[in-house]
C-alpha cells in the first residue's frame, strides 16, 4: 500500500515537472515571437517620431516586453503613414498607438522643476505606459530645496 502511494507521488511530480517544463517552452517561444514582431515595428516607430533608447525582457510565468521611448515630434500624416506601414504587425500597432496617446497626455502635463524623460510601455498580459519625469536639480538648488556639496 505505501509503495503504492510513493509510485501515484512519483507519477504527480513526473507529471507536473512535465508541465513546467512544457510552460518554459511555450513561454520561451512567445518571448521569441514578441521579440520578432518588436524588432520589425522599431524602423515604423522610429519613422513616427518614438526612438528607442533600451528594452528590457521580464521572464516568469507572463512575460513582458518592456521597451523605453524618447520621442521628437513628426506630423500626424508620418504618424498615420507609419502606422499604415505595421499593418499585419499587432504588436507594432498597439505600441505606436500606446505610444501615441501616451504622448497626447504627456503634452498636458507640467510639473515645476521637473522634466519629462521618456514613455516605457510594459508589453504584458494587461499591457501599461509609464511617463517618466526627472527633477532637474538646478531647479531646486535654485529654490533651496536641496544643498550645493562642499
Do not use: W
Given at each position: 500500500m505505501f509503495?503504492?502511494?510513493v509510485s501515484k507521488a512519483k507519477d504527480v511530480a513526473e507529471s507536473a515537472t512535465e508541465?513546467?517544463?512544457?510552460?518554459?517552452?511555450?513561454?520561451?517561444?512567445?518571448?521569441?515571437e514578441m521579440v520578432e514582431a518588436f524588432k520589425d515595428s522599431l524602423p515604423h516607430l522610429k519613422g513616427a517620431g518614438y526612438e528607442l533608447t533600451e528594452f528590457e525582457i521580464e521572464l516568469g510565468i507572463s512575460p513582458k516586453l518592456i521597451p523605453h521611448?524618447?520621442?521628437?515630434?513628426?506630423s500626424e500624416s508620418d504618424i498615420a503613414r507609419e502606422l499604415k506601414a505595421l499593418k499585419g504587425n499587432t504588436l507594432g500597432i498597439i505600441i505606436l498607438t500606446g505610444l501615441t496617446k501616451a504622448g497626447a497626455i504627456q503634452k498636458n502635463i507640467a510639473?515645476?522643476?521637473?522634466s519629462f524623460t521618456h514613455i516605457e510601455i510594459e508589453l504584458g498580459?494587461?499591457?501599461?505606459?509609464?511617463?517618466?519625469?526627472q527633477a532637474m536639480v538646478n531647479h531646486y538648488q535654485h529654490l533651496n530645496l536641496i544643498s550645493e556639496p562642499a
Amino acid at each position: 500500500m505505501f509503495s503504492n502511494l510513493v509510485s501515484k507521488a512519483k507519477d504527480v511530480a513526473e507529471s507536473a515537472t512535465e508541465s513546467v517544463a512544457s510552460i518554459k517552452d511555450a513561454g520561451g517561444n512567445k518571448v521569441s515571437e514578441m521579440v520578432e514582431a518588436f524588432k520589425d515595428s522599431l524602423p515604423h516607430l522610429k519613422g513616427a517620431g518614438y526612438e528607442l533608447t533600451e528594452f528590457e525582457i521580464e521572464l516568469g510565468i507572463s512575460p513582458k516586453l518592456i521597451p523605453h521611448f524618447k520621442y521628437s515630434a513628426r506630423s500626424e500624416s508620418d504618424i498615420a503613414r507609419e502606422l499604415k506601414a505595421l499593418k499585419g504587425n499587432t504588436l507594432g500597432i498597439i505600441i505606436l498607438t500606446g505610444l501615441t496617446k501616451a504622448g497626447a497626455i504627456q503634452k498636458n502635463i507640467a510639473v515645476a522643476g521637473c522634466s519629462f524623460t521618456h514613455i516605457e510601455i510594459e508589453l504584458g498580459v494587461i499591457p501599461t505606459v509609464k511617463l517618466k519625469y526627472q527633477a532637474m536639480v538646478n531647479h531646486y538648488q535654485h529654490l533651496n530645496l536641496i544643498s550645493e556639496p562642499a
